[in-house]
Each structure stands twice: as structure tokens, then as C-alpha cells.
């Protein structure tokens, strides 16, 4: 389809504007730049609900503001039945369904074209704006309803895919942990071990390097130099998303050794997939004798300590190398280890096909939405 034949999306929305005038609807949410609805943070004590819009099935909501939200434009498109959004929001629905689809609309606001566009046209001095006729006039290919159904099918049935198997890799973790309690947590007393059972530290188990950032000026996003995660932002279910490289690097972690947050909130756990440079914000944590999946189940039964760095008081919780050297653990015999790692390798093997499968996927949904 041709640039001629795009369509002007203003003359297939329209907007709404339905208040909560008897404050009926109680739930109250937010729009997130990953284009998703979430619960809203905001305090409403004592606030008058009833300027806020009710918003419903299939209507969309953007956040007009795009000077303070990164690359992307704040929109979602509504799939429960009834919500209500700040009254600054700006709520708006498809005239004609049987013209516009919109799930393939929403489909198009995914688009990181459409991001760069929004922020392009955003205008304004003490804060940039994308107001409702700028919207109005963005340019879209809009076929026959049935393509635009055969599309949104084809990018439902990849989402859905994705999903299950998120759902997949949690049960699968909640297995490896529960066989982890059962062997090494449930009925064991601290004070009286098991015969050959003893406490230890982490670094008796674990050599741990700390993290150290390069120059700012060797950071990249063009897959110059080696593969370089600062700290947590990247961080996935199990293993971080690639997104900057570095041509100097400093301290580095090996494939699967296990990085963790050192820095507010320490405690948060990933899988380096390559060796890669970690910045201040982390430290890699690796087995010394390749137990990485019982070092793994342990680090995430011990995040109540962890969570006591990041609740001690000071403004931003970290950990250094001492502290995370020395912290207590219980060491049982290795002939438990290795009969618990040879089952939990097995389940971390799945997750692992499971995640690198969605990431595969993934692509594929970015390839079907630049294809639009």
C-alpha cells in the first residue's frame, strides 16, 4: 500500500469525554509508555472523583505530555469493561468499527514510527504536547476490514504464545524453588544441621566481581565493542535484554554467571547470556563448582536479606563486595547439590528455550508491526 493511500486517522476517531458525575466507577488507572493500563499511584484522598472520565471497552486513552516519558508516546487501548482516568488525559474511540478496527489501530500506535512521529510533533515551551489535532492528522494505511482482522489474528496469536509461556517459565521457577525448600529449607534448623551440613559464607560457594563502569563516552547502542549492562534497567524474567555496548571495557561477567543488583533495590537477579562488562550497578556471582542453578535458588531464598539492605534507612540501599562476600548461608553436602542441580539445570533448561523462543517471537510481532 502506498504513501498516497494513507488514511487520515482524524476522520475515524473521535473524541470522548463521559465524566464520573455520579461516582459510580471506582476504578482508577493510569497509562504507561510501554502502552499498557495500570493501576493508578496517585493519592485520591479527599479528591472529588467525579471530574474524572469514564472510559470503557475499545475507547483509547494517550497522555497529551510527551516531554517526560523517554521515546515513547503514553496510549492503551481499553479491554475491560469500565475504568476512570485523570481528568487530563485525553479519551477517544473509532466512529465506524466496520471501517477501523481497534486492535489494528493499536497495532499502529506500537509502532516505534509512531513514537518517533509523536515526539516530532510534539510542541510547547515549558513542556512539549502531542494535543488532539496533531493525532487528527497522523497518516495510516487502512485496508479492508478483513485484512486489518487477518493482522490483528496473526499478532494475537503471537502475543498469546508469548504469554503462555511466561506462564510456563513461572511455573516451572515455582517448581525449581519448591524442590529447593523442600531439600534444603523445610525442617532444617540453623543451630542443628544435618550431619555434614554446616553454615558458610557466599564467597565459600561463589567467586563474586563486582561491577565497574567505563567512560561514558564508550557507550553505544551500535553493537561497537562488547555487550555492557550498567545495572538492573535491562533486566528480564531470567535474563537481561541486550542494549548498549561499550568499546573499553572494565570488570566482566561470564556466560551464566548470575548478575545482581548491588544498587537500590539490591537483591534483583538475571543470567548473563554472554560474557559482557557489568557496570557499578552490578556484580556477577559465579559457581565454583558449576552448581550455577543451586547458587541461583539460593541467592532467591535469601532476598529477605537483600530486602533488608534496601529497607536500612539510608536513601539509596546498596551492598558492597565485603557485605556480599560474607553473607550467611547454609551449605549442605555436596551430594545434595548435585542431586538438586541435576533436576533444577533441567527446569532452568526449559525456562531458558521457553525465554529465548518469546525473544524469537518477539521479533517476529516487531516485524508484523513494521509490515503495517
Known amino acids: 500500500m502506498g504513501r498516497s493511500s494513507y488514511k487520515r486517522l482524524g476522520d475515524y476517531i473521535q473524541p470522548v469525554d463521559i465524566r464520573n458525575k455520579e461516582r459510580k466507577v471506582e476504578t482508577l488507572l493510569g497509562v504507561s509508555n510501554a502502552k499498557v493500563f495500570m493501576p493508578s499511584i496517585a493519592n485520591t484522598i479527599g ?20 516531554s517526560r516519558r523517554g521515546d515513547k508516546i503514553s496510549i492503551a487501548l481499553m ?17 465506524d468499527k466496520s471501517e477501523l478496527l481497534p486492535d489494528y489501530l493499536m497495532m499502529w500506535f506500537r509502532r516505534p514510527e509512531f513514537d518517533r512521529y509523536a515526539r516530532f510533533k510534539s510542541h510547547g515551551s515549558a513542556r512539549e504536547i502531542f494535543d488532539w489535532e496533531e493525532m487528527c492528522e497522523v497518516r495510516l494505511p487502512i485496508p479492508d476490514i478483513e485484512e ?7 499478532y494475537e496469536a503471537i502475543t498469546r504464545r508469548i504469554v503462555l509461556n511466561e506462564r510456563i517459565c513461572a511455573n516451572l521457577e515455582e517448581t525449581a524453588q519448591a524442590l529447593y525448600n523442600k531439600m534444603f529449607v523445610q525442617g532444617i534448623d540453623p543451630d542443628n544441621l544435618p550431619d555434614g ?9 561463589a567467586k ?3 561491577g565497574q563502569s567505563p567512560d561514558g563516552s564508550t557507550y553505544n547502542e551500535l553493537e561497537e565493542g562488547v555487550i555492557f549492562f550498567q545495572g538492573r534497567t535491562d533486566f528480564g524474567f531470567r535474563f537481561p535484554s541486550i542494549r548498549m555496548y561499550t568499546t573499553q571495557p572494565t570488570r566482566m561477567a ?16 538475571n543470567i548473563s547470556l554472554y560474557k559482557c562488562c557489568i557496570g557499578r550497578g552490578l556484580a556477577s556471582i559465579r559457581s565454583k563448582e558449576s ?3 543451586f547458587l541461583l535458588y539460593t541467592l532467591k531464598y535469601y532476598e529477605g536479606y537483600f530486602g533488608s539492605l534496601n529497607d536500612d534507612g539510608t536513601i539509596f540501599g546498596s551492598i558492597n563486595k565485603e557485605t556480599l562476600s560474607g553473607m550467611p548461608i547454609v551449605i549442605p553436602t555436596e551430594v545434595l547439590v548435585k ?20 525473544r524469537v517471537l518477539d521479533n517476529v510481532k516487531g516485524l508484523l508491526l513494521s509490515k503495517l
Open 47 to 66: 479528591t472529588d472523583m467525579s471530574n474524572y472520565k469514564v472510559i470503557t471497552k475499545g475507547q483509547f486513552v494517550y497522555i497529551s505530555d510527551t
Open 79 to 95: 479491554e475491560e469493561e469500565e475504568a476512570i482516568v485523570s481528568q487530563a488525559y485525553t479519551v477517544f474511540e473509532v466512529v
Open 148 to 154: 486489518q482482522r487477518e493482522i490483528v489474528a496473526q
Open 197 to 205: 551440613w554446616r553454615m558458610g559464607t557466599l564467597d565459600e560457594i
Open 208 to 210: 563474586i566481581v563486582m
Open 254 to 269: 561470564l556466560e551464566n554467571d548470575i548478575l545482581i543488583s548491588v544498587r537500590a533495590p539490591v537483591g534483583d537477579l
Open 291 to 293: 552448581n550455577t542453578s
Open 339 to 358: 542431586e538438586f542441580e541435576t533436576t533444577a539445570k533441567a527446569i532452568d533448561s526449559k525456562i531458558k528455550n521457553a525465554l529465548m523462543t518469546n
